[in-house]
């Protein structure tokens, strides 16, 4: 028997002798025998050991040595230790949604902070307590619009993350909203052509700070005329970028997402990650996801409870703002804990110590013959270049070097095969990328 | 207790953010930058440390407590599933890794991982291939909504409607809503299970689907479940199970095998990746091979001479539904414990989860109204109808319990049972832990006959005492920085 079963064949005897059954299989009796598997082909049991052992010798596969130069979306920032510490405490990551809040003040309290938390960073005024990653949150947020404004036409920014627009895609195909790509310019998004489908039938402008290709821009303008015909702006923002960069709510947006990643969770392969979502006070009742308030207990102490439920599929069914359920609670107190340690200040640092490694990397890419790196925007930590090469084949190259050396653009944007885009932490040293300069030059001219 | 932001000093560090080791200090112009610092705290690592330490101490876990939340499946998280899932081969993968490569040969471990994931899933349930994409339950059900929606598409079927019973899982309307079909709900009959007549009567050639759990949230196993799927697959209709029960049934039957063409499956209950206090989740969806080519893409392909990749080429795939290849950490975990108990302990699994469940309906029936008294599964829904005419409620027996250590069943769900009280104990438990919570439940039966009136000021035991849900909606404070009212 394995250690997770705790009840002892005498045990189930007693127990058998109240149910008044002789066997467990009687238990199953509902179950006719036509309905038994056909098959049921599983390994046999091995030890926790053994198990380790198999995973250590999988994880040793993964080209993790790879030194990251790659984005797009996803970073490799360092997690101070306290944040493992903290989230792998059982109270935290083995308990479950609090529907009972006398007994889950700790998980509802650290998710009104992280609400806040994601408040102040953004300077939007309300937040939800998270959804699945960004990817999600931006199609939540389309649904969204398309409720407050009732109309359907969303237009989409190329400089949205192009995996986030598949996924609008693929959410929508059964539904009528139609959307509109409008092509980046020089970096960033094209005014002119946004302008054009800004109409009474269209919903929301879909925009991204920094976009896809590393670019930082002001939306204000858009989000002014936008605002003229009703429409909303809604913009996808990289959080740490925030410690520097104009905030979404200075720019008037309506509603904020994105994947909250950055913020003290590993990469994973991919998940799970932090979907996050804020926006104006007046959408709330609009907004997808667990929401938690503070409100006072009978004794008039401070207290969190999940609040406007009434907008959730439990309630709602399928009248609900969303189908979401379990959202990603852990992962929101886990960023709660990260800006916590890093604070007003420590992000701040840290924004700047990625803007000053990319720009030093930018600088030291731009003296090499045939580089062209692209300065018609301001940049963050993330930046393209053009290659005299076609960058799928220089990354490849790149690998013998120990690199993962950014993002080929040509793999989402046809026509950009020679354009790479570089993302550089606070984790790159000067050594790594010195280095990981002279061995692109060596691949681009060896 | 004060929050994070009210033990703010300034020029508190808690991180100390390295000196740059590049020459120059970068600017960006004024235009692009924010104009006031953000609000974060500035507090210790200490502070931070004893903030969060003393916040996880007020919540109850089944680290610290017997969890028989209802339809949750709150089994014990085994520890060395967390060392698997933070072995840095894989916490450190960054996902476009595949993209720089395109054959896999950068991520080969993470993908056998999924590939064996495929393969076991579709062992334990009769599918014939799975997809680890969906994030949660939720997603995995609206990610098979839409595989029957394109299905349909396909076929050039025209189809409306998505039945679902009454005591389903909110999420499965919402999600078939979502995907833009209109619901029919069908009663559940004097037995616990669906009213056959009435489905039939429903079941038209417009219907695109069926949505059911077996066992359902009442924690019957409904013995007619081929009698359903014949007669909706007569109309062209697909059959959804929904996996959020499937502790009861593995090794028992297989939902393939009913006669289920989609389904999904909830790593965090049967395959006890953590609840994390409301996630993160994962949700796999399974199909039949009529099926397959509706997945979402990437797909985790075998190739001749052994080796994994991914594959994007499938034209009438539904497209992206998540941004890589699922919650990896979570798939990760269920790996590694699925592993670990293999057959024998898949098949104790259910052995003992739907032993505990029914010891616990058999002692408890004569205290409290079993609406539906037949053998039952994975779980047993109880109605507190007898101690609510006393003026005890399902709420207020749960909040006794908090008091006692026991976080409460899941109270008034399934919507069909007034007062409703579902328990879920799972395998993990003993009986010793069974008989602590009977005897409470048996106690609160005769208080409720004897001192009804105690129970409205409980819980008395816990850090805060009853929170005015009113005023939460009515005086609307979701973020500490926000001054004006909402």
Known sequence: MNPYIANTNDDVQRMLEVIGIKSIDDLFADIKPQHRPKSFDLPKSKSEFEVLQHLQRLASKNANHLIPFIGAGYYDHYIPAAVNALISRGEFYTAYTPYQPECSQGTLQALYEYQSAICTLTNMEVANASLYDGGTALYEAVMMAIRITNRNKIIVDSGVNPIYRKILRSYTANLSIQFMETPVVHGQGDRGQIEKFLNDQTAAVILQNPNFFGAIDDHSDIVKKAHERGILVIESVYPIALGLLKTPGEMGVDIVTGEGQSLGLPLNFGGPYLGFMATKKEFIRKMPGRIIGQTLDTQGRRCFVNTLQAREQHIRREKATSNICTNVSLCAVQAAMFMSLLGRQGLKQLAQLNLDKAEFTRQTLAKIKGVEVKRSSPTFNEFTVCLPKDASEVVVAMIEYGFAAGFPAGRYFPGMERYLIIAVTEKRTKEEIVRFAQNLEAVLWN | ?486
């Open chain 2, 1 to 486: 207790m004060e929050l994070i932001f009210e033990k703010s000093v300034p020029n508190r560090r808690g991180f100390q953010v390295p000196e740059s080791d590049v020459p120059g200090k970068a600017q960006i112009p004024d235009k692009y930058k924010r104009s006031a610092d953000s609000q974060l705290p500035e507090i210790t690592e200490l502070d931070c440390i004893r903030h969060y330490t003393h916040l996880s101490q007020r919540n109850f876990s089944i680290d610290t407590n017997f969890y028989p939340l209802g339809s949750c499946t709150m089994k014990y998280n085994p520890k060395f599933t967390e060392v698997a899932a933070r072995l840095p081969g894989f916490a450190n993968l960054h996902p476009l890794l595949p993209q720089l490569q395109l054959e896999g040969g950068l991520t080969q471990g993470a993908l056998q991982v999924l590939y064996d994931m495929d393969q076991f899933l579709c062992a334990m349930t009769g599918m014939d291939h799975f997809t680890m994409q969906p994030l949660a339950g939720a997603h995995g059900e609206l990610t098979g909504v839409m595989m029957i929606a394109a299905y349909h598409k396909a076929k050039g079927n025209k189809k409306k409607y998505m039945i679902v019973p009454d005591s389903a899982h909110g999420t499965n309307p919402a999600s078939a809503a979502i995907a833009g079909y209109e619901i029919i709900s069908i009663p559940t009959n004097k037995d616990g299970v669906w009213d056959l007549p009435k489905l039939k009567e429903k079941l038209t050639p417009e219907v695109a689907a069926v949505m059911l759990t077996c066992p359902d949230t009442l924690g019957i196993f409904n013995p007619e479940i081929d009698k359903i799927t014949k007669i909706v697959h007569q109309v062209d209709g697909l059959m959804y199970y929904d996996g959020a029960n499937l502790n009861a049934i593995l090794g028992r039957c297989r939902p393939g095998d009913l006669g289920f063409d989609v389904m999904h499956v909830n790593l965090h209950k049967t395959f006890t990746t953590p609840h994390g206090g409301g996630g993160p989740g994962a949700g796999p969806v399974g199909v039949k091979k009529e099926l397959a080519k509706f997945l979402p893409v990437s797909r985790v392909v075998k190739r001749q001479d052994g080796t994994l990749t991914l594959d994007y080429d499938y034209p009438d795939s539904i497209g992206y539904i998540a941004s890589f290849y699922g919650n990896f950490a979570l798939i990760l975990r269920a790996y590694a414990y699925i592993l670990m108990i293999g057959k024998e302990g898949l098949l104790e699994t259910s052995n003992h989860a739907v032993l505990n469940a029914n010891y616990i309906k058999e002692r408890l029936k004569k205290y409290y109204v079993l609406p539906y008294d037949r053998i039952c599964m994975h779980e047993c829904v109880f109605s507190a109808s007898k101690q609510t005419e006393r003026g005890v409620h399902a709420i207020d027996i749960a909040k006794y319990l908090i008091d006692q250590g026991i976080h409460p069943p899941t109270v008034y769900f399934p919507l069909v049972v007034k007062e409703a009280v579902m328990i879920e104990p799972t395998e993990t438990e003993s009986k010793k832990t069974l008989d602590k919570f009977i005897d409470v439940m048996i106690e609160i039966d005769e208080l409720s006959q004897k001192t009804p009136q105690i129970f409205k000021d409980l819980p008395k035991t816990t850090p805060i005492t009853r929170p005015d849900e009113v005023k939460a909606a009515r005086d609307l404070d979701t973020n500490y920085f926000l001054k004006t009212k909402i």
